[in-house]
């Protein structure tokens, strides 16, 4: 009998699981495209092919104080808890639009330059929103950093961190989104800055009015009809919805789940990012009837001023 076809089998097989390891290598260190590139949800040092085990809402809810923690420490010139309690493996994006940090020397370095040229005088950090998404390996601060400068005077700027936990505890991801154009540690706020925060208000009033019932188209129309990505809640079953056609649907139905007597918004804060493409609000949903609900929404916005990809942070419980 003949090896000839079973060798050929063989080899065959042998290909297609290069092929798929070399696929899920490749998008693993993709690290270019920033924020779209975390839909990916790849641990850094992991493939494709593994999958994380679950985070428990504790353990979230202890990482997120501890990072919290941390960061004011890095205001007061400490850098050692923040850098402390990062993964083996991680990158830092902060803030988004500066060059990425996968090691602990690099990140100091950056640390210490940042306040060396824009904050010598260290920051004070006020936290105003703590959430955690369906997934909560997923988490968001919403802050105001604080900034003195030598004349007794200070300066606020606001930020949204987002965090991607493992099951152990450490962190794996951080990308922030702040920007100090518009204020004076800074030059002024550039037009696509104003764009990016212009576009992240309309979609906000939108919302407002398809919560009243006053408006129901208002909403859609603030989404970009190409490469649409929203994950509302994040991390949530059947994410992200990629079409208006698929968010006419689905919005309807959680709005009537969720909140079947409509919602008002109320919004507490919006920034353009330092890369002006993104930006974030905090805001919360008030349930008529029901709870009020803080909510961290993270926002890629078209040249356009439309909403191309966003990422609402909280959970429905």
């Known amino acids: 009998m003949s090896l000839a076809p079973l060798t050929t089998w063989l080899a065959g097989c042998f290909l297609l699981v290069a ?10 260190s993709c690290s270019d495209t920033m924020l779209d590139d975390e839909d990916l949800t790849v641990t850094p040092g992991r493939t494709l092919l593994q999958v994380d085990p679950p985070v428990s809402k504790e353990l979230a809810l202890n990482v997120m104080e501890n990072y919290i923690s941390a960061l004011k420490d890095v205001g007061k010139g400490n850098l050692d808890p923040y850098q402390n309690q990062f993964c083996e493996s991680f990158v830092v994006k902060d803030p988004v639009g500066t060059k990425k940090r996968h090691d602990k020397q690099q990140l100091q370095l950056a640390l210490e330059d940042r306040q060396d040229l824009l ?5 004070m950090l006020e936290v105003h929103a703590k959430t955690i998404a369906q997934d909560y390996k997923y988490t968001a601060v919403f802050a105001t ?12 700027v606001n930020r949204t ?3 991607t936990i493992s099951q152990s ?18 030059s002024p706020a550039s ?9 992240i208000r309309d979609y906000l009033t939108a919302l407002h009015k398809l919560g009243t019932g006053t408006d129901q188209e208002s ?16 991390g949530g079953k059947d994410q992200p919805m990629e079409s208006v056609e698929v968010l006419k649907k689905r919005i309807p139905e959680l709005a009537a789940s969720l909140a079947p007597k409509g919602f008002t918004v109320t919004v507490k804060g919006v920034l353009a990012a330092h890369n002006p493409r993104y930006g974030s609000a905090h805001l919360v949903l008030n349930i008529v009837g029901g709870p009020s609900v803080d909510i961290i929404d993270i926002f890629k916005i078209t040249g356009n001023g439309k909403v191309k990809d966003l990422k609402a942070v909280w959970h429905i419980y």
């Open 219 to 234: 909403y859609f129309s603030k989404f970009a009809k190409k490469n649409l990505k929203v994950h509302d809640p994040y």
């Open 169 to 186: 505890g450490c962190v794996q991801n951080v990308t922030t989104y702040w920007s100090a154009a518009g204020s004076l540690l800074s």
């Open 19 to 28: 092929a798929i390891l070399a696929h899920a290598t490749e998008r693993s």
């Open 191 to 199: 037009d696509r800055h104003k764009l990016t925060e212009k576009a």
């Open 119 to 123: 904050m010598p005088e260290g920051f």
């Open 161 to 163: 961190d987002l965090l």
């Open 145 to 156: 950093m604080v900034v003195p400068d030598a004349y007794g005077l200070y300066e606020k």
